[in-house]
């Protein structure tokens, strides 16, 4: 033994200097391949990724960190993978570790190691791990999630799969892409434009499909909520792996975001498919509390079954632009500072009070407009000042009114000041910056950004689920700034000017790893070794967690609503020492937890071979004047009710059952007592012991 010991020691000592450019379980393995009587001891899958090559020979997955980036199709003639600004990933032979190690463009060399399949630590976190885990597993199969953000990069492999089985994912998960910002109208391309321009090799400057995702932001936010991880052997799954994916590249602009969120409906709905809609976006212009048109388009949007519209809460809950203030005599004064040469400010008091507002320069000149007037453009020393105090009467959405305040022609970081004054009546103001500029003292409470108020999606707040992660120039540690388990600072809180509870829900958004657009640029502390994932942080990266989970419920139920599924989601949040009592206007109900979601969800439905399903049918179709519908419930069936829908899935009638009967007649009525308009429905009874089969009822012209 003393032999082989000196044998492996000497090769150590001779090679030390090289071979400290190897991770130590690439140290140990070429020594124990140098050592003729080691062999055997140590295997190479033990070590690292191993893959075998067309002639059978079995290579080792490494990354690989050069001094300049690889461009060629092999290094030292080893086959290049990936090959990023400075981190490639190779397949060798223990051989060729050594000429790696050797060479002085060689940097270091890690091992393409094997982790738990999970979107680093935020899916296990939020329960996704374990719905995946189930027999059978919960994917999202069937589902379709649609995301109206910056765009999607189609080539990246964690939205794509191997149809065939030859190992070559040469089919995606996208089923259409929208750019809206594609000449006048936008340019639209269907899955068969997608797979074939990804069978001729062809990226987003050659092919059909010339949408390409810039800004990285809709690349990572869809790998979170539907990325199954392919790319990477570091297994970085999305909440719902097998969901279909519409990406609709957007303006940003509230008419585009309508039309998008619009769009992805109706391509779910063309496929008989569920739909949830990803809205990680935002802006506080808008009275916060929901009744802005944008708002309650989505709220309209939202309706019915199968359809869920998920929205990040906002990145300003440690940011100074809100105040607020209570007049039942006298004055409120607050100051402002623009950031840039303009800024605006956005103000709501109760429409039956009459409160005048006056804006002052720094040199002292001011703009002043009373209850139902505007100030006019007001040219000061400092600027020019312009108020408008709701001077076309109350809004007409919500009663109250709105003041709004520009500034042009300031000096960024000059403090105005704006006074309250209140004339007739009483009540609470808020007001918020909408651009540019700051509030001296403000606060950051009702900061949930629009569209997040509207009383018809989901609102999603951020909690700290990582602080630590590697990278391409080495390990990142956050955590003296971003402590584990705990509510982000950044995270927006409510609740909204009309008082409801918003956020709905916290999820992981600090930090996330997610897929990297290829067409976006990612700083080298941000970018995993991986080269296919950067690490992000935000309710952005949140809202696409809920957006996840929600597709996990609607494939197990596909009817339920937006409303059955926050339920769902809100009854089994997790609540801990860090949300305390909810639900609050920082974490709403608690912590994202689907894993207890899923189970509660599956709990309501007992097993067929114990209850049977409710069964409704209809007796005659189509139908002119009356459907009669004929039902029978299961045995101890406590409440059941008829559903009809359109279909595009909006809800035009819910009705209680009678437990003990067997029929019911329907008038063609709406719930507003309106005549429903000739064309096609969808009807089916829901009960407390599961639900029916879908069925179709056709109305006639009248």
Known sequence: MLGIVFLVSAFVASGA????????????????????????????????????????????????????????????????????NGVSTLSVTVAQLEQLAGDERVVYVEPSWKTRPALDKSVPAAGGSAVHALTPAVLGKGVVIGFVDTGIDYEHLDFRFDSDGDGVEESTRILAIWDQTYGLVGVEYDQDDIES????????????????????????????????GSSSSYGFIGMAPEAWIVAVKTSFYTADILEGVEYIFEKAEALGAPAVVNLSLGGHDGPHDGTSLFEQALTELASGAGRVIVVSAGNEGDDAIHVSGTLQSGTKTFQITPDDWQMELSLWYPGEARFAVTVTAPSGETATAEAGASSGYVITADGVAYVDNAADGANANNGDREVYVRLSGATAGEVWSVTVRQVSGSGTFDAWVTSLGAIVNGDSVSTVDEPGNAKGVITVGAWT?????????????????????????????????????????????????????????????????????????????????????????????????????????????????????????????????????????????????????????????????????????????????????????????EEELDVGGTTYAWNLASRDDRRLAAGLYLYVVVSDHGTSKVGKLVIRPS
């Open 17 to 84: 200097e090289v071979l400290s450019r190897l991770a130590p379980s690439l140290r140990a393995l070429v020594a124990y391949e140098s050592d003729g009587l080691a062999k055997g001891l140590v295997t190479l899958s033990d070590v690292a990724e191993v893959e075998v090559s067309p002639t059978g020979e079995a290579r080792l997955r490494v990354l690989v960190q050069t001094t300049e980036p690889i461009a060629a199709r092999s290094f030292l003639g080893a086959p290049v993978g990936f090959s990023g």
């Open 197 to 228: 321009d990804l069978a001729f090799g062809y990226g987003p400057s050659e092919g059909t499909v010339r949408e390409k995702d810039s800004s990285g932001h809709g690349t990572h936010v869809a790998s979170i909520a539907a990325g199954d």
């Open 465 to 653: 689920t990582k602080s630590t992660w590697p990278s391409v120039v080495g390990t990142q540690d956050y955590s003296a700034s971003y402590e584990l388990s705990v509510l982000s600072d950044f995270s927006s809180q409510g609740p909204t000017r009309d008082g409801r509870t918003k956020p709905e829900l916290a999820a992981p958004g600090a930090w996330i790893c997610g897929a990297l657009s290829v067409s976006a640029e990612a700083l080298l502390l941000f970018t995993h070794p991986d080269g296919f994932h950067a690490m992000e942080l935000g309710t952005s990266m949140a809202a696409p967690h809920v957006s996840g989970a929600a597709a996990l419920l609607l494939s197990i139920d596909g009817t339920l609503t937006g409303a059955d599924v926050l339920a769902t989601l809100a009854s089994t949040a997790t609540r801990d020492a860090y949300t305390g009592v909810t639900p609050n206007v920082r974490w709403g109900y608690g912590k994202l937890d689907v894993a207890a979601a899923v189970a509660s969800l599956e709990s309501e439905e007992p097993p067929i071979s114990e209850v049977a399903i409710p069964e409704v049918a209809l007796s005659g179709n189509p139908v002119s004047s009356v459907a009669v519908f004929t039902y029978t419930l299961p045995d101890k069936t406590r409440r059941a009710v008829l559903r009809i829908y359109t279909v595009s899935g909006r809800l035009v009638l």
